[in-house]
């Protein structure tokens, strides 16, 4: 059974930064793409960022471009997502995916989600 489980969030000052962590397990993920996204409350979700199996390519949302960086490490089996200069904007629930992503930024594009982290910014 694939399980990721997200960790990192927290509530955090407008400014600051914070860095979200997905552990996976029943699966080695250097073969699949990661991607993280968001969901703010009474909104659809919506796609952050998104790294390939090698971490040769990744994209980003333009909300969160030059403020989000995701990360893998594939010896840990981890993928991260460093979140700086937050704005209360940001504030949502972040989970992580892992799938073939054929389609990156499209939630069809991944198999198995985590539970999410919640990530508050205040003003």
């Known amino acids: 059974q694939v399980q990721l489980v997200e960790s990192g969030g927290g509530l955090v000052q407008a400014g600051g930064s914070l860095r979200l962590s997905c552990a996976a397990s029943?699966?080695?993920?250097?073969?699949?793409?990661m991607g993280w996204f968001r969901q703010a409350l009474g909104k659809e979700r919506e796609f952050v960022a998104a790294i390939n199996w090698s971490g040769g390519s990744t994209y980003y949302a333009d909300s969160v471009k030059g403020r989000f960086i995701i990360s893998r490490d594939n010896a840990k089996n981890t993928v991260y997502l460093q979140m700086n200069s937050l704005k209360p904007e940001d504030t949502a629930v972040y989970s992580c995916?892992?799938?073939?992503?054929?389609?990156?930024?499209?939630?069809?594009?991944?198999?198995?989600w985590g539970r999410g982290t919640q990530v508050t910014v205040s003003s």
């Open positions: 995916a892992t799938g073939p992503s054929t389609i990156p930024t499209m939630p069809i594009g991944y198999d198995y």
């Open positions: 029943g699966r080695t993920v250097s073969n699949y793409a």
